[in-house]
């Protein structure tokens, strides 16, 4: 048996049909910073999840920045104010 057919057997009625995959490649395209800047209607699908790959690894790298650069001013400032910050991000 291929592993397509067992797939489809596995997930039974949470098959994901061509027009929902459309439809959230649609939405992906609306959300990206890198493809709504660009003129051009034509994007393919695999144009669309490798930007959308790239921007959660940029969105990544930005969170492990600011964080580093949040320990660091953690670092330097007194207990009082370090525990008003951290209160603020807790909220």
């Known amino acids: 048996m291929s592993s397509r057919r067992s797939r489809s057997r596995q997930s039974g009625s949470s ?3 061509d027009d929902q995959i459309h439809d959230l490649v649609t939405k992906l395209q609306q ?24 921007y959660i690894r940029s969105l990544h790298r930005e969170v492990d920045d600011l ?24 909220q």
């Open 15 to 17: 098959r994901i049909t």
């Open 31 to 54: 959300i990206l910073p890198e493809i709504r800047e660009r003129r051009s209607d034509k994007v393919s699908a695999a144009q669309v999840l490798q930007e959308t790959c790239n």
């Open 67 to 90: 964080s580093e650069r949040l320990s660091e001013l953690l670092a330097t400032t007194d207990m009082a104010q370090a525990a008003i910050i951290r209160n603020l991000l807790m």
